[in-house]
């Protein structure tokens, strides 16, 4: 590990997850909570959850991994991003901390890699939280489609962040410029090129789940949904509340795809009286 390395916030600690050295944050203490990033270019843990982290590490032992090919976990070679491979990935992590049961708290992607989880693995999943969530079967929208063709320029990232949020104040040359740069590092945008080629409407077809599957989800769920998302349509969110029995749904209003940091503050709290209740 170089210098600059060390001082790098969004490198946490490292665990070989079935045989995958995974780059992951572990804060806090309580029940476990494991977040799982979105598939935004050169997102990493840190950079999709550096808001939620410590806030909710007050009450629960918070985990966030870099799932595999995405961020400072290891892209093994022989890779095929797909929707096993990402659940192997996320089981192995568990099993090498030895987490039997946890919560999952699912950004976009994540969600659909939490969804996954509780259909497949349904006695590792305690509560689960679906947020800005793909999962279902759904037209691909023009917005995820831009991103899951994303080409590397400063230009072109700060056109995602420009989509990804409803507040512009948000949209500053130096976010584009520092997620530009992680877009950039070696290896990172040709592992993002492999997982959502075109025609990108089969890539959403391959993370969903039927709906006679979700219909069988027997967690309780938080679905979170921002009502001007322009990349996951809130009409997707509605559709997983309205499916999953135990389900709750919470729609912010003047809020795009970024809830977690649009409405950091309002999302941590319903993610805490969720996660942390007894009943």
């Given at each position: 590990?170089?210098?600059?390395?060390?001082?790098?916030?969004?490198i946490g600690r490292r665990i070989d997850a079935g045989g995958i050295e995974t780059n992951y944050h572990d804060r806090g203490?309580?029940?476990?909570?494991?977040?799982?990033?979105?598939?935004?270019?050169?997102?990493?843990?840190?950079?999709?959850?550096?808001?939620?982290?410590?806030?909710?590490?007050?009450?629960?032992?918070?985990?966030?991994?870099?799932?595999?090919?995405?961020?400072?976990?290891?892209?093994?070679?022989?890779?095929?991003?797909?929707?096993?491979?990402?659940?192997?990935?996320?089981?192995?992590?568990?099993?090498?901390?030895?987490?039997?049961?946890?919560?999952?708290?699912g950004n976009s992607f994540g969600g659909a890699l939490a969804l996954a989880m509780a259909v497949h693995h349904p006695q590792?999943?305690?509560?689960?939280?679906?947020?800005?969530?793909?999962?279902?079967?759904?037209?691909?929208?023009?917005?995820?489609?831009?991103?899951?063709?994303?080409?590397?320029?400063?230009?072109?990232?700060?056109?995602?962040?420009?989509?990804?949020?409803?507040?512009?104040?948000?949209?500053?040359?130096?976010?584009?410029?520092?997620?530009?740069?992680?877009?950039?590092?070696?290896?990172?945008?040709?592992?993002?090129?492999?997982?959502?080629?075109?025609?990108?409407?089969?890539?959403?077809?391959?993370?969903?789940?039927?709906?006679?599957?979700?219909?069988?989800?027997?967690?309780?769920?938080?679905?979170?949904?921002?009502?001007?998302?322009?990349?996951?349509?809130?009409?997707?969110?509605?559709?997983?509340?309205?499916?999953?029995?135990?389900?709750?749904?919470?729609?912010?209003?003047?809020?795009?795809?970024?809830?977690?940091?649009?409405?950091?503050?309002?999302?941590?709290?319903?993610?805490?009286d969720f996660l942390v209740r007894s009943d």
């Amino acid at each position: 590990m170089t210098s600059d390395d060390r001082d790098n916030p969004e490198i946490g600690r490292r665990i070989d997850a079935g045989g995958i050295e995974t780059n992951y944050h572990d804060r806090g203490e309580g029940r476990p909570v494991v977040l799982l990033h979105g598939s935004g270019p050169g997102v990493t843990a840190w950079a999709n959850w550096r808001l939620v982290i410590p806030e909710l590490a007050r009450n629960c032992r918070v985990l966030a991994p870099d799932i595999v090919g995405f961020g400072y976990t290891e892209r093994p070679t022989d890779a095929s991003y797909d929707l096993p491979f990402w659940l192997a990935h996320l089981v192995g992590f568990l099993d090498a901390l030895g987490l039997e049961r946890v919560s999952l708290v699912g950004n976009s992607f994540g969600g659909a890699l939490a969804l996954a989880m509780a259909v497949h693995h349904p006695q590792r999943v305690d509560r689960l939280v679906l947020m800005g969530s793909v999962g279902l079967d759904f037209p691909i929208t023009p917005g995820l489609d831009q991103v899951w063709g994303y080409t590397p320029s400063v230009q072109n990232m700060k056109a995602l962040i420009d989509l990804f949020v409803y507040d512009k104040s948000l949209v500053t040359d130096d976010l584009a410029e520092m997620r530009y740069r992680a877009s950039i590092r070696p290896g990172v945008q040709e592992s993002y090129a492999a997982m959502f080629p075109p025609p990108r409407q089969e890539g959403v077809r391959r993370l969903a789940q039927s709906e006679d599957a979700v219909r069988a989800i027997g967690h309780e769920t938080l679905v979170i949904h921002g009502r001007e998302d322009r990349v996951i349509p809130p009409e997707v969110g509605l559709r997983l509340h309205r499916l999953i029995p135990r389900s709750e749904l919470h729609m912010f209003g003047a809020c795009g795809h970024w809830t977690q940091i649009e409405k950091r503050d309002r999302f941590v709290r319903l993610l805490r009286d969720f996660l942390v209740r007894s009943d």
